[in-house]
């Protein structure tokens, strides 16, 4: 018998949520296919005004799921009019099946909406290795379009989640040209769909008119210091999926058409689109399976910023730094030892270890001026700063992870009873 | 408050011990130095005959702890006269302090057992970044040294236990020149020393005449097929030491001389010394902190065996696996996952996953024969085999590791009260 994971609240979660205003071209409808339960929405519509300009990026996993798949191929075009996106099966390792599966949604999305289904967009996150009955979602999708309007982000939100104990949502504002374009996202995050794996996937919305190049360029140099600056348990799933929509609708209000990602007027686009990435991705960590606390690790002076990051993300996924900061405890000799374990380039007689602003390992050797007590007290908080300082270089990189508690290993390994 | 973590013997612990006869050339004693508790043997000498060749593989760790460096630095003479190895401080990240500590401890045991300081190899194991104090190894070696005597190997094993919850001895004979020569082993898992991190420890004695070159040779290959095939949570310790002492004591029941690696003569005690290194590697992850199974992860059909190793890896030190496993679970799901993530050359349409004997997985989708009732009774066993074809070559690879239950997160997350 299967047993449904109860998730409690993170209490890392969000106190209140951003209003957030309808982005100009883009159209959202919920419901339920009854692909897991028929009580809860699992279908996500999204319409785009046509001049939709799209851009991804996808999980690096060499056994993608089928949605991953197609939308590779679509990207190549740079045109976007629909994102159909299930919970409740992930439709990865579905064999051919799982391909017509997504041939056959698209087909229904475009026939709905009256646009060519080579511009209809899937993510589908899950159960893994089920077939995935494109069935379930005829009838749905039309009534979804004919239903679809402005806003509801948080609503779009949770139509994706899993077992994700909060929506998540993020909003910025920017300036192109002197015109004001707005940035939306929505993000699911590492919640389980027993007996399953965490899957990643975010969308975000802008009306800001932009080319898919320059899109695609700034979405993946984003996904850099966001999405991919983020680890729970350094598991990649076969799902993982974000996607950027620009449906250029404030040209309507003076906007300018940007065709490069060198264009200068992108400056104040491109900080925004960071900060929605990032709020996104911290909000993942947040929601970690069993996180209670929210850890931020930074690696600086390695000899190069790649091997900083290839240290911080061996900090970040190690077990026994993980389940010390889950117990309070500042074990800087996990840090020592991952830094060692991480293979990049380091001498452990200049290495300085910092929790928060209290030194606490420096030049080989504990700090002797570091007082227990204060850093004891620092452990206590719910969110936790590392610092690492290699004394090699410039190299510089920071990673977002979250402590791993005995309810990770409940909710990813009780799910049978 | 510390507080010691009480592990209960692990479910995996062997019925009954090897009664191992004493090694011709080596002597053993224990004792109390009262580093962590006045109750408990903490130190382990060993004295070797004149003659006695050595070799040695370690942590690839970038920050091992002082004792790795001293040992790496005197194995280039390939001579040993004797062995201090110490549980309840590993002299690890204690900076110039740790240099000088090994330097006392050496020279402590050189005066003692009228030896030359460079001849004695050293090994620690438990917290880090603590100064390790050599006076309290000041008359404790004095008098082990009067006291060693032939033998006593599970006395051994016991004194360099930390959280271990079983002793580990190893024994094999094998034939070298038609004489029969023996190789005895003891080894330290993956305990742990409240507040720190796991360390392992084995060292392996022979009467056989082999000189250091070839014993260096027939080590590090050993150790590949065995402790660089095991893993218990992906981290690796500053301080894994394994060493091979050689004593050549069977030279004078005839046994020839060993001087290369090729000497086809080295056969029989090539596979012998493999099951004994074999051995210890596996009694070490059956007591993997918080261990309920042992799992056996083989992948083959590789691109080559060192992509066959990176994924079995990937799989073996995947949260999402382990978790899965410790909730008996067959989720194949997760295995995929995990050989997608590992980056190396995977064609998910090619895949076919075994759990036993039963392919629940096959050319990129769930195998429809597979009977889950079955499956799921092969999960309720203490051991169990993965098997993953990739397809595509004839890289192979096996890894060993455990479960992730939630007491491995209590064990190094609850050590605080």
């Known amino acids: 018998m299967l047993r449904e994971a109860m998730p409690t609240l993170s209490p890392l979660a969000p106190q209140s949520y951003p209003d957030i205003p309808p982005i100009a071209g883009v159209r959202f409808a919920t419901g339920s296919a009854g692909i897991k339960t028929k009580t809860r929405a699992d279908v996500l519509l999204a319409l785009f005004d046509k001049g939709t300009s799209v851009a991804g990026v996808f999980t690096a996993s060499k056994c993608p799921g089928a949605p991953v798949d197609w939308c590779r191929a679509r990207l190549k075009r740079g045109r976007a009019r629909a994102l159909v996106a299930n919970s409740g099966n992930a439709n990865a390792f579905t064999g051919k099946a799982g391909v017509e599966t997504t041939r056959r949604i698209a087909a229904l999305a475009g026939a709905a909406a009256q646009i060519d289904a080579s511009e209809v967009f899937l993510a589908s996150t899950g159960v893994i290795g089920e077939p995935l009955d494109a069935g379930k979602f005829e009838g749905l999708i039309e009534k979804l379009a004919a239903e679809a309007s402005p806003g509801g982000f948080l609503a779009a939100a949770k139509a994706i989640m899993t077992t994700d104990t909060f929506p998540k949502v993020a909003y910025a504002k920017a300036l192109l040209g002197g015109v004001e374009v707005s940035i939306a996202g929505i993000a699911k995050g590492s919640g389980m769909i027993a007996p399953d794996m965490a899957t990643m996937l975010a969308f975000v919305f802008t009306d ?109 996924n190690s077990p026994l730094v993980k389940t010390a900061i889950a117990g309070e405890d500042a074990n800087w000799g996990r840090v020592v ?53 290699l004394g090699l270089g410039k190299g510089r990189a920071t990673i977002f992870t979250c402590d791993l508690t005995k309810e990770y290993v409940a909710i990813n390994g009780d799910y049978r009873s």
């Not at 990649?236 to 449906?247: E, G, P, Q, V």
């Not at 030892?337 to 270890?353: H, N, T």
């Open 208 to 316: 800001a008119p932009i080319a898919a190049a320059p899109l695609q360029e700034m979405l993946r140099r984003g996904a850099d210091t966001s999405f991919n600056a983020i680890t729970v348990d350094g598991d990649t799933s076969t799902s993982d999926t974000l996607l950027l929509f620009a449906t250029g609708a404030a040209a309507g209000r003076g906007a300018p058409k940007i065709a490069a990602a060198g264009d200068r007027r992108l400056q104040s686009f491109r900080a925004a689109l960071d900060e929605v990435l990032g709020d996104l991705a911290r909000q993942i960590v947040k929601d970690g399976e069993g996180a209670r606390k929210f850890v931020k690790i930074t690696v600086e002076g390695a000899v190069s910023k790649r091997s900083a990051k290839i240290i911080a993300r061996a900090i970040a």
């Open 337 to 389: 030892m991952a830094v060692g374990k991480a293979g990049e380039p380091a001498d452990r007689d200049r290495l300085a270890i910092s929790f928060g602003d209290i030194r606490v390992a420096y030049k080989g050797a504990r700090d002797p001026s570091y007082d227990e007590v204060q850093v004891a007290a620092l452990m206590h908080r719910p969110e936790i700063d590392i610092r690492v300082d």
